[in-house]
């Protein structure tokens, strides 16, 4: 394991962690990844957010790696053309579906550029708008949209029934697909190979970093994954014990610039 001058690239979740609890990026962190680069690290995000919701990132991080949405279920470009896509199989997602249903979620459906709702005054729909910057499609069912699905949401505020679902959905569905929890009140299903351990196996590859050179930052469960393949691993002091004794390291939290923190004392020389 390295940490320091030995990192060559840090990875970072988005929400939670790179930015602030208004979902904004702070001033110090846009300098913070500015002085990464500078000391040669590269800088690389995923997120379960679709690819248009981490759009906004681009320009002000002068972000040039693959950005990882939907936990890796679809890795672009920065100008948002596809280089990798992994959908949930199609016989699977109706299931899923019955699953949310009978878990008393709320279900949302992601497939290619567009988000799907049933009701756009359910819980969080408006919120999640105004995080990713465009507005979901409306529709009366899913029954027409099972192909290229990239990710189906459970959301509730129920808390305990979203961690109830996503144990249901592991026993019921094993390996056939992954589900983890991207916020406490979504569970998010994907492809079995879109999680963030996988995105750090894709840019390990693609950018010809080794996975000890690689240092991930995050603030769920679904992190813990990118933490066991990365050299060094940081949890923010806003995720949870379980998530931080996954960790090497911990940081400040998100409203005290835990992000721009663990560069400054982790990463940078």
Known sequence: MVSGPGIRLLLADVDGTLVDPNKQLTGRAVEAVARLRQAGVQFAVTS?????????????????????????????????????????????????????????????????????????????VEQEAATVQFSPTVVSGFSDLADSVAKVTGVSDDLGAVARATTAARERFGDEVSAAQSQPYYLDVTHPDANKGSVVAFLSERLGIPEASIATIGDMPNDVLMFARSGLSIAMGNASPEVQRAARRVTTSNDDEGFANAVERFILP
Do not use: C, K
């Open 48 to 124: 379960g957010r679709p690819p248009r919701g981490m759009a906004m990132l681009v320009e002000p991080l002068a972000l040039t790696t693959p950005i990882a949405a939907f936990n890796g279920g679809l890795i672009v470009e920065p100008d948002l053309s596809v280089i990798e896509q992994r959908t949930v199989p199609p016989g699977l997602v109706p299931q899923v579906l019955d699953l949310m249903t009978t878990s008393s979620l709320d279900a949302w459906v992601y497939r290619g550029a567009r988000w799907y709702v049933r009701d756009p005054g359910a819980p969080h």
